[in-house]
């Protein structure tokens, strides 16, 4: 029985040291983690951008911005993000050279901008129309209620939301090896291929992809706690 | 002062308003009264442009407000309503709720705005509240906020939407009294309520709307007494009058 | 491990890899849909053993995982037999020599050997030879696809200086592309070999592939196998 | 002129024969279409049977079941779709040898189970709380209550909800490649292998994405002022 | 019938009831007034478990409800409660809205039940509405609904928590009709309500409730004659009594 135990263990960290010692492969994960992270953050934020801009054009007078706008998220929200992802690089960067990594933020901050104009579209919505015609009422033009009236109280509906997004965003980054961008999913793959260890590196790299969104995820319930505590003022 | 003429008002094909003419002079309580769904709400947003007339005029000081190209936001400026809801802002504290649209409209220096907020504050008891958010207020407390908040833009009209129906029972008689106070000094005011006593006691005319339509109007004495339609004595005797 | 009466021999492979696997005209190809190099090995394993071929086709990255775990019996998908894979898997007896060719775009000039990748943008296959060739070497801004056509895409959109493949791979890409010429070193790139890949203790299997590999090499089988592909490819 | 669009017609309709017509390319398209379907079909409805399963757990009296519940939820909602693909391929399934098409099924109703199990929680938090009470104050029980009361009003809440699901399930399957299966997304890979071209393979492949959901998205909203329409009585 | 010892509710260490004792007898008619959140939603709903005493006794004929073992269920039958906001089952109609208890519980058979709710419908004039949907009804004509809905369990006991305060003015008399005629008809009732006038004149005894206690007592003319308390007073003076 104990010789088994100790028999396991001799073939576990063997394992252990095959997978992510030798030749320092724990590096590539390491690095593919920063990645993974930092691809999510430039995308999230492109992300904002656009879906701002996205929610701009949705909400304006003019029939044919509406349609830009709609037609931004319809198409975005209406295709798998490795179809997105394959078209940006292989479509609309075919001939232009830049850094992977811009490709990687533009292919995913598109994708989110259309998720995060839904979000601000619900956030906007989610304020009670008594407070635009209150603002309104008392002589404010359409633009100042937004700004200092609706924008305000929408921000405490929206944050919970983007942040979940961000996490959404980090699993979906899971994709871009297609790119030949490094990242979690991709260092777990380089590290499988070079020991061809079926279980090890994948179960390492989902740990690890578990253990990131559980912080963010503490960190969005500590966020509403803290945000709905702010309302009771 | 504001002159009504064959104002109508339709929603997807359901006519709400069904041309109404009313005069109101400077100075004047106009008490509107009314079964629910008879268009009191819409009539007076239509005053305001909270709502688009489908057709008809309203002058406001001779100024046609339904003109193509009028400054809704300058008119707006000249009415001040208080709402059923209070719809206070609740990321505000109560000085930044009355003082945010004298500044932001540049009809007040910071200041100013705050010099005025405080004086109307005091007006009505609320001086001590001045640094505390909606949330923490009673709803009594927050109706007489939300009517100095449109007070202190200096309006020349003041329109109140059932402003006490959402209070609980306790609580009307600080906001009716803050509303007699007002009246009092002078304030043209219409007001679309169900508090028959104060009708009787404050308002110059009543006004009684049926679907759509002004059915019947009077001073509060002779109309109380002596209701001519017939719809208006059911409605009056059935809530208790 | 063979499962079910009729013997069936289920093989893991990527059919995105000409001239070793790829799919062929729909429900026409030597088995099923597939055809290439290794499909044609692995009938004559059928043959002589009296297997039933099933094939699964899937991601490369899936291949070893899916032997290893006993959902596939062998791989072959034109697989370099290393130390380090043989900890989790066995290796049958080589079958190719493979030689790994530069691709670079005819304009070029200044990639002329291994050594001179150095410094440069070039993209591999994640876990092809190329991959581990390189990556040993150091030094080289390394891309790492999941294919190879993804690779080729991105040198002659101009964005990568050179593509290290193997070299059958090789020639049907720059024959499809113009503008791309072929760049050879010996030298450097050690020479590596395919092997099939079975379970890890599964002699019985490994000896029977052995046996069928080593007819197929001493009557240069092989060797007729590629060129009988290269001709349908070519049609 | 003429002659350079009469060239590039040309050029296109080459490329066509090339990618889809010739050796009936087409058929692979439709079979890769098919399976894309009929996988997410298999999927949400094992998912719909795990989410309601877990949504049981969830609101259990025992701990320990809340805790499977949650546990459960909180995993699949913590790794990318990826990872628990090929984890539920090599290590769940590792020595079971089943058909691809049921470790497909499995993997996608595993992740949206988790994500239905959300949907119905949402939707019976939807209902107001005075339903409940009102149930309870005429002597029903708490089954009684949920059975006759609560659920015959949520399901009006789930249902898009649970639509919208399956649009983000289809979209999620284009992963499958990793596990052998052949959808619509490696049919487009496949014809790339064989033909080389860049473009046109997945712009065809996305088109028929964006089609299938935006068929779908109608669908919904039929659905939903269906079920507004149905409210009104 | 009702006897209350000791009873205290706490939510998250905010004491709300502070030790309750109170007996009410087959037949009363008890009405209970106080500021808003002084506990009277709460007392309400402990009758019925609605919410769960932390501390003290509640027997029901003679049954203690509060203890383990209690079959909540089967208490909950003989005690009807009626919702400020009616919360009729929007998804049934009318009639299912009546039947459904009585025949789920197997208290009646489909036909039965049927019968009681026709003959509960003729007694507040409501009869051709069994088809409708609550969607399709008046505030007044839901609360009916949701009075015979709980008669409809045979209760013993009826408990109304502000059944008018969601409605418009016009129909608050309909309703009170309504508790009226229940009350003459010999109901044990408990009403929670701000109507003083039904106060008055339906009332055997009125309770004012304040922070969590019952305050004074007293039957309706004496109590509203003479408020021995001082926060009596003051709550009947705001509430303009
Ligand atoms: N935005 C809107 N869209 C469609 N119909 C509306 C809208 N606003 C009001 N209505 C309808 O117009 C009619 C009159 O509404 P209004 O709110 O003016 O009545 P009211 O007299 O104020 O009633 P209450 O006493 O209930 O407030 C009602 O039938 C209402 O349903
Ligand atoms: N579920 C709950 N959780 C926490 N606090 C509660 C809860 N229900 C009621 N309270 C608090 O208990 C106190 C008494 O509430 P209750 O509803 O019994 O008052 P009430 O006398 O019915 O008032 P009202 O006239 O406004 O209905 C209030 O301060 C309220 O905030
Ligand atoms: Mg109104
Ligand atoms: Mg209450």
Redesign the pocket.
Known sequence: MVQWIIGKWDAFSHDVYLNFIKESRYLLILDGLKTTILLSITAILFGIVLGGLATLLRRSKYGFLRAIGYTYVDVIRGTPSMMQLLVINFVVFASVNVDLFVVGTVAFGLNSGAYISEIFRAGILSIDKGQTEAGRSLGLSSSQTMTYIILPQAIKNILPALANEFIMLIKETAIVGYIAMRDLTKAGDIIRSLTYDAYMPLLAVALLYYLLVKILTLGIEWLERYLRASDMR | MIVVNGLCKT??K?P??RGIDEHIHQGEKVVII????????????CLNLL?TPTSGTILIEGEDITAPGANVDKIRQKMGMVF?QFNLFPHLNVLDNITLSPVKTGKNTKEEARDIAFSLLKRVGLEEKAGSFPGQLSGGQKQRIAIIRALAMSPDVMLF??PTSALDPEMVGEVLQVMKDLAEAGMTMVV?T?EMGFAREVASRVLF?DE?LIAEQGEPDEFFKNPKNERTRSFLSRVGI | TLKGPDKKLVVATNAQFPPFEYVTEAGQGVIDKYDGIDILIVQEIAKDHGFKIEIADMEFNSIIASVTTGKADIGVAGMTDTADRRENVDFSIPYWVAVQTIIVPETNTDITSAESLKGKKVGVVTGYTGDSALSDMGDINLLRFNKGIDAVMELTNGKLDAVVIDSPTANRFIEKFDGLKAVYDDTVFETEQYAIAVQKGNQELLDKINSTIERLIANKDIERFAEEIDARFQS
């Open positions: 929603f997807d359901t709400v308003l009314g079964p629910s769904g008879s268009g009191k709400s819409t009539f007076l947003r709502e059923q939407d059932e679309v169900h709307m759509g």
